[in-house]
């Protein structure tokens, strides 16, 4: 595991913070006073029964959900700036036989050109920059219905990278990748959050992978019931009753 250089401390170091953070559509209450603070190079999983209110929370942090409280983001020098968020959601499903490649979904995200143009020879060269960064150049010209569902997650990271962001939110990257994959993919993103001091808040109901990973574990039901290492929170009696209630025991 890994905490950067800010050793626990905000000093010389990018932080995001949520304060009494609550969330209330109509009458139903789906999240309510949820307090975390994430430093770059920090990977955080949120971890709870469905409906728990885990993307609720991601959308709040990504602007697209309504809220009371406060979230702030501070970097060195600059304070409450809006930070880059990369965002990488549950993978969508494409049909096998369409023939739209990974190099027509690039154009498609970041460029004006028409994808039936092709990739300009600029674009080409920032494209396979971009997969390099999840080390998946040879990815380009494949079509995107035929990837693996790693593949895949692959692919959708190198676009939430691009530009590079301060704080990642992926929602269950692990759904649909295989156990070698899962391990390829973490590895991935371990490598991510060092080598660009980015903090990465995912949501997973794959508790293996945690403990070699993960450096905060918040178990939220629509409450934050537990927080700590991962050790801490997967060995508590808070853990228990919560899968053991919804059935959810892995």
């Known amino acids: 595991m890994n905490i950067g ?38 990977m955080i999983a949120l971890i709870g029964p469905n409906g728990a209110g885990k993307s609720t929370l991601l959308k709040a942090i990504l602007g697209q959900q309504d809220y009371n409280g406060i979230i702030s983001f501070c970097a060195p020098g600059q304070r409450n700036r809006r930070p880059k968020i990369g965002y990488v959601p549950q993978s969508p499903t494409f049909d096998p036989g369409d023939p739209v490649t990974v190099s027509d979904l690039f154009t498609c995200c970041m460029s004006k050109r028409p994808a039936f143009l092709g990739l300009s020879k600029a674009m080409r060269k920032k494209v396979l920059e971009c997969l390099d960064r999840v080390h998946g150049e040879d990815l380009l010209d494949k079509r995107v219905g035929a990837l693996s ?19 990642l939110i992926l929602d269950e990257p692990l759904s649909g990748v295989d156990v070698e994959g ?32 993960a450096d905060q574990v918040i178990l939220i039901n629509k409450s ?22 919804k059935g959810e025991i892995v």
Do not use: W
């Not at 953070?21 to 770059?40: Q, R, Y």
């Not at 895949?152 to 301060?166: I, S, T, W």
């Not at 371990?190 to 995912?202: C, G, K, N, P, W």
């Open 182 to 213: 899962m391990e390829v993919l973490m590895d991935m993103l371990d490598e991510i959050r060092q080598v660009y001091d980015l903090s990465i808040i995912m949501t997973t109901h794959n508790f293996s992978v945690l403990n070699t990973y």
């Open 224 to 245: 934050i019931v537990c927080q700590g290492t991962p050790k801490q929170v997967l060995s508590s009696g808070e853990f228990n009753r919560v899968f053991h209630r």
């Open 149 to 167: 569902g790693g593949e895949l997650q692959r692919v959708l990271l190198a676009l939430a990278l691009e530009p590079l962001p301060n704080i």
């Open 5 to 42: 250089s800010h050793g626990g401390s905000c000093a010389h170091s990018c932080c995001l913070r949520v304060q009494n953070l609550s969330v209330k559509i109509g009458n139903d209450t789906i999240l309510e006073d949820i307090n975390l603070h994430a430093h770059c190079g920090e």
